[in-house]
Nanobody, 123 residues
Framework: QVQLAESGGGLVQPGGSLTLSCAAS????????MSWHRQAPGKERELVAA????????KYADSVKGRFTISRDNGKNTVYLQMNSLKPEDTAVYYC????????????????WGQGTQVTVSS
């Protein structure tokens, strides 16, 4: 069955960095666009970053542009999120998702989610 397993979260000080990983299985990873989403307490889940199946096109939430980088390794069925210059407002549970990236830049999330990984930015 489809499995998405996020890892790499933790506690980091403001200005610090973390790299999240999402290992995928149970589907043809290289055929799907992938994305990272986050959900902070009391807030709705939001799209953070997405990239196409081959990794040639990306999109980011305005709040993370220039600080976060999404990438993938289709040989390892893994998608990454490099997070730099972290801020307290980046604190959330981060989830990966396999979906569809349309030519007009719209990303449609798929039905499967991992368990998430907690990122806490605090001094």
């Amino acid at each position: 069955q489809v499995q998405l397993a996020e890892s790499g979260g933790g506690l980091v000080q403001p200005g610090g960095s973390l790299t999240l990983s999402c290992a995928a299985s149970g589907f043809t990873f290289s055929s799907y666009a992938m994305s990272w989403h986050r959900q902070a307490p009391g807030k709705e889940r939001e799209l953070v970053a997405a990239l196409t199946s081959a990794g040639g096109r990306t999109k980011y939430a305005d709040s993370v542009k220039g600080r976060f980088t999404i990438s993938r390794d289709n040989g390892k069925n893994t998608v990454y999120l490099q997070m730099n210059s972290l801020k307290p407002e980046d604190t959330a549970v981060y989830y990966c998702n396999a979906g569809t990236y349309y030519s007009d830049g719209y990303y449609r999330q798929g039905r499967y989610w991992g368990q998430g990984t907690q990122v806490t930015v605090s001094s």
